[in-house]
DNA sequence: ATAGGGTTAG
């Protein structure tokens, strides 16, 4: 007999120090009396059932063939079973195909673990040669390959599995029923899925869990928590699964007093410690925008582990907390034994998109390439937003050539970087190229390359797209796509067009679609439709204050001060609050965050004097405050004031101050910028020499010798 | 030998 290696000692959990020797197998714990029997098999078997680990599986494994058992078929099995369980399915294929018979135990071993590796093309093509060779699936190989046609979607095998089960008469088994009950859950069909768990002789926790997770998971949340009340009226004991349902069940409630009931229940029922229930009452704080919550929970968990990190750090990045973010990633790199991941540093390069930090992207960039992730899809879709985000489109372009392997999102995200660039024409074209490059077009694609369009002010060549994608691309358009053409018609002045295709289309308008229209207004000044289409707005979502802004506005617009006081008063007595416009601009790595009119900025006394220069100077050279933009009944003196200290103008008279002559100065908004300070960027351009890149909601502004890239068109 | 759970981009 060989002697094991070294390595094999630290695989063994359970056991303090074994000697490693010949003699392990026989002295193993689980080796009984009837060892004089068949003393091998059984010990080689019970060390491949507690080894996890590649190394000591190979090791047992030639320990097998130089034994002479490799035509044991319960030895060969369990080889399989074990190969499989740590993802190598190819050693696990190796030593199937080497067993001479193969018994339905050998093939479900197969099926089941390239189901567990997510591999389910594999595992139906598994089943469908144990078919061939006139073998029957028992209870476990069609329990094991149901989540294959749930998760592939596929609706038609997945019923004729289920028929060829009841057909074929075989008693009812709990773990065939929970696993239809999830099979037609992830297809979908909740109704399916409770029929079969209505119909069910036994019912476990794991079959409760099951459909309680199925109503989350398909948007009945209240259904899951009956089910639930159910489910503890029958006695059964609630375990971490049912608390992860319930939390799920729980994320899509807005009222996160839901949340807060389930955050109780985890309590009582003694699951509050397990990692992953942690991980998802983050989850739940931070989907109710209550980071610190979310944090209290983090810094109370004894172990955190990448994931719970990385959540962490999206949610500081959702939160706009940019700053937090970049140093609570700092402090993950410092943590031992924590190995980064492409999702952690997807999370941190879209922070850095979202802010507009380039300098810290491209340090994470450099990191992604240091550590080998530099050609995940994922990462790469998110480097490319953040290039182009930071008004570098060229680094995009470079990166995005340079791609091995470029996925549907990746496309996508170069169109909308062209678009917001308001290169229309090379964002069809690359549209164009993707098809050619044998990569479906998705539903975001048609809605990156409207958007790309109608920014360029290509009607003609959007609608032909449109129509195109719909007819030919089989791609059902959805309310975004209308709300895309909408903004297409609406923005050249085609508002007859928009209006009626608002009017026809297969939806009832939403917020986007509305919003389109009313932008629409705004440009070409209709305002008597503009007031229709807010009040629609305003009866559409009665409780949220961004409606009430636009409202008001459009009142303000039509100069009814008396309107515009009513829509502000009621905004006040219902306690609701906008959200309010900043922006960012990045210096030496730091990122610095101006509010409109903040004249308690840490930085405020710095920018002040360079701001009053900065308009004293670019008046000289014929800016006049447009006093229009500000949206309230005020003494243009007051209104001056406010337009001045807007906060793009604050950023950038920080950027002017803070960076040598002749430097681009990037300024990121949350908002879109008012007209008065898009006026103001183009005199400061010229008169100060500089390039102004301004990043707003919508799309990039550069500034260059007082003229905007986007040709006065947003 | 079998079923159920957390994070990321467009």
């Known amino acids: 007999m060989k002697r094991l290696s070294p390595g094999f000692n630290r695989y063994f959990s359970h056991r303090k120090s074994p000697t490693l020797n010949s003699n392990t197998f026989h002295n193993h714990p689980s080796f009984t009396s009837n060892q004089r029997a068949q003393p091998k098999p059984i010990s080689h078997a019970s060390i491949l059932q507690q080894v996890k680990h590649p190394n000591p599986i190979k090791q047992v494994h030639a320990n097998i063939v130089t034994s002479g058992l490799s035509q044991n078929i319960f030895l060969s099995n369990?080889?399989?079973?074990?190969y499989s369980l740590c993802g190598l399915?190819?050693?696990?294929?190796?030593?199937?195909?080497?067993?001479?018979?193969k018994n339905t135990v050998s093939w479900t071993i197969l099926i089941s673990g390239y189901a567990k590796n997510h591999l389910f093309i594999e595992a139906i093509e598994v089943l469908r040669k144990m078919i061939t060779v006139s073998l029957l699936p028992n209870e476990i190989t069609i329990s094991s390959i149901l989540p294959a046609f749930g998760n592939m979607g596929l609706n038609q095998m997945g019923r004729s599995v289920h028929c060829f089960w009841i057909r074929n008469g075989f008693a009812t088994n709990v773990f065939v029923e929970t696993a239809l009950v999830g099979m037609y859950s992830k297809l979908g069909f909740a109704g399916?899925?409770?029929?079969?768990f209505d119909g069910m002789s036994e019912r476990n926790v794991v079959a409760w869990n099951a459909m309680i997770s199925c109503y989350s998971g398909c948007g009945f949340g209240e259904e899951g928590f009956r089910l639930f009340n159910s489910m503890r009226r029958e006695g059964f004991h609630v375990d971490c699964f049912t608390i992860m349902s319930l939390i799920s069940a729980s994320s899509g409630v807005e009222d996160l007093r839901v949340g807060e009931g389930v955050h109780g229940l985890t309590v009582r029922n003694g699951v509050e410690s397990d990692q992953l229930v942690k991980t998802a009452l983050m989850d739940v704080y931070v989907n109710g925008k209550r980071i610190e919550d979310?944090?209290?929970?983090?810094?109370?968990?004894?172990?955190?582990?990448?994931?719970?990190?990385?959540?962490?750090?999206?949610?500081?990045?959702?939160?706009?907390?940019?700053?937090?973010?970049i140093e609570h990633f700092n402090e993950m790199r410092r943590v031992e034994d924590l190995e980064l991941d492409s999702v952690a540093l997807t999370g941190i390069m879209s922070s850095c998109s979202d802010s507009g930090a380039l300098h810290q992207g491209r340090r994470v960039h450099a990191l992604a390439i240091k550590t080998g992730f530099a050609h995940d899809v994922f990462l790469g879709s998110a480097i490319i937003d953040m290039y182009a985000n930071c008004a570098n489109l060229e680094d995009a372009r470079k990166y995005f050539e340079g791609m091995e392997e470029k996925d549907v999102a990746c496309w996508n995200a170069m169109i909308v970087s062209n678009g917001m660039n308001g290169y229309g024409n090379d964002a069809v074209d690359l549209f164009l190229q993707m098809k050619c490059s044998g990569i479906?077009?998705?539903?975001?694609?048609?809605v990156c390359v409207l958007c790309a369009c109608s920014h360029a002010g290509m009607v003609d060549q959007g609608l032909h797209i449109f129509h195109h994608m719909v007819r030919t691309w089989n791609i059902v358009p959805n309310l975004r796509h209308y709300a895309c053409v909408v903004d297409l018609l609406g923005r050249v002045g085609r508002?007859?067009?928009?209006?009626?295709?608002?009017?026809?289309?297969?939806?009832?308008?939403?917020?986007?679609?509305?919003?389109?229209?009313?932008?629409?207004?705004?440009i070409h000044g209709n305002i008597e439709l503009g007031i229709e289409i807010s009040e629609k707005l305003f009866q559409l979502e009665p409780n949220d204050a961004g409606y009430y802004i636009l409202l008001s506005n459009m009142y303000a617009l039509a100069g009814n001060w008396e309107c515009v006081k009513m829509a502000r008063v009621s905004l006040r007595s219902k306690g609701l609050k906008k959200d309010p416009g900043f922006s960012s601009i990045e210096i030496d790595g730091e990122l610095y965050t101006f509010m409109a009119g903040q004249k308690d900025h840490p930085q405020y006394f710095e920018v002040e004097g360079i701001l009053k220069c900065m308009i004293v100077r670019i008046q000289e050279a014929g800016y006049v405050p447009d006093t229009k933009s500000v949206l309230q009944e005020l003494s243009d003196d007051v209104k001056s004031d406010m337009l001045y200290h807007h906060s793009e103008k604050l950023a950038i008279a920080f950027g002017l101050g803070r960076t040598k002559p002749e430097t681009t100065i990037r300024v990121t908004k949350n908002l879109r910028t008012c007209n008065d300070c898009h006026f103001a960027c183009k005199f400061i351009s010229k008169v100060f020499k500089r390039v102004i890149v301004v990043k707003d909601a919508n799309r990039f502004h550069v500034f260059r010798e007082g003229v905007c890239s986007c040709r006065d068109y947003w």
């Open 294 to 325: 979310a944090y209290f929970i983090f810094n109370d968990m004894p172990v955190k582990d990448v994931v719970a990190w990385t959540l962490m750090l999206t949610a500081f990045s959702s939160g706009q907390y940019w700053n937090k973010a």
């Open 78 to 82: 369990r080889l399989t079973n074990s």
């Open 89 to 101: 399915m190819e050693d696990a294929e190796h030593v199937f195909h080497r067993i001479s018979d």
């Open 495 to 522: 508002l007859g067009d928009a209006y009626s295709l608002v009017n026809s289309m297969p939806f009832h308008p939403d917020f986007d679609v509305y919003c389109a229209l009313l932008s629409a207004c705004k």
């Open 440 to 446: 479906n077009p998705d539903e975001s694609t048609l």
């Open 192 to 196: 399916a899925a409770r029929q079969v």
